[in-house]
C-alpha cells in the first residue's frame, strides 16, 4: 500500500494544500472522511484508499494497473462530472446543445460588457462628464 500512495503522492503531490484538501476537493475528502467529522486523518486516509484498490483491483494482483485505475478515477470524478453536464444541459433533456455549450461564452461575453460599460461611465464621472456634470452643486448654490 505504501507503494501506491507514494505514487499518487507523486501525481497529486502539487493538487494537496496543507489541509488535506487543495485541488482534490471537497468531493474526494467527503469519501475519505469514513467518521464524517469534517476531517480526514492520515489513517482514514490509509484504510479507505486501501479499501478503493481493493474495490478496483479487479484481477486481484494487489496492485492497480492503468484500467484498474482509470475505472477507480472515473468512479471518483463522476458526481461533479454529471453536475457540469446538467449545469450545461438548461433544458434538462439529457443532451447539451451548441447553444448550450456556448451559453457560457455568451454570459462571459455579456459580463464583459457589463464590466467595460462600468468602466467607461466610472472614468467619465472622473473626468466630469458623468451624471450630474454641469449641474451645480447644492453647496455652490447658497454662495450666489
Known amino acids: 500500500m505504501s507503494g501506491m500512495m507514494k505514487k499518487m503522492h507523486r501525481m497529486h503531490g502539487g493538487m494537496m494544500d496543507g489541509s ?3 485541488m482534490m476537493g ?10 464524517d467529522d469534517g476531517n480526514v486523518t492520515p489513517q482514514e486516509m490509509r484504510e ?6 481493493t474495490e478496483y483491483d479487479s484481477d ?9 485505475f482509470e475505472a477507480l478515477h472515473s468512479a471518483m470524478i463522476r458526481e461533479k462530472m ?21 451559453a ?25 462628464q458623468g451624471m450630474g456634470s454641469g449641474m451645480n452643486n447644492t453647496g455652490d448654490s447658497d454662495s450666489n
Not at 90 to 102: H, K, L
Not at 113 to 128: E, N, P, T
Open 26 to 35: 471537497h468531493d474526494m475528502m467527503r469519501m475519505l472522511d469514513a467518521d
Open 48 to 53: 479507505q484508499m486501501q479499501a478503493k484498490l
Open 82 to 102: 454529471v453536475d457540469r453536464f446538467q449545469h450545461l444541459d438548461a433544458d434538462g433533456d439529457g443532451a447539451i446543445t451548441s447553444e448550450e455549450i456556448a
Open 20 to 22: 488535506g484538501r487543495g
Open 60 to 68: 486481484g494482483d494487489g496492485n492497480l494497473s492503468i484500467a484498474e
Open 104 to 128: 457560457p461564452a455568451k454570459k462571459m461575453e455579456r459580463m464583459q460588457k457589463m464590466r467595460s460599460g462600468m468602466s467607461q461611465m466610472q472614468s467619465q464621472q472622473g473626468s466630469g
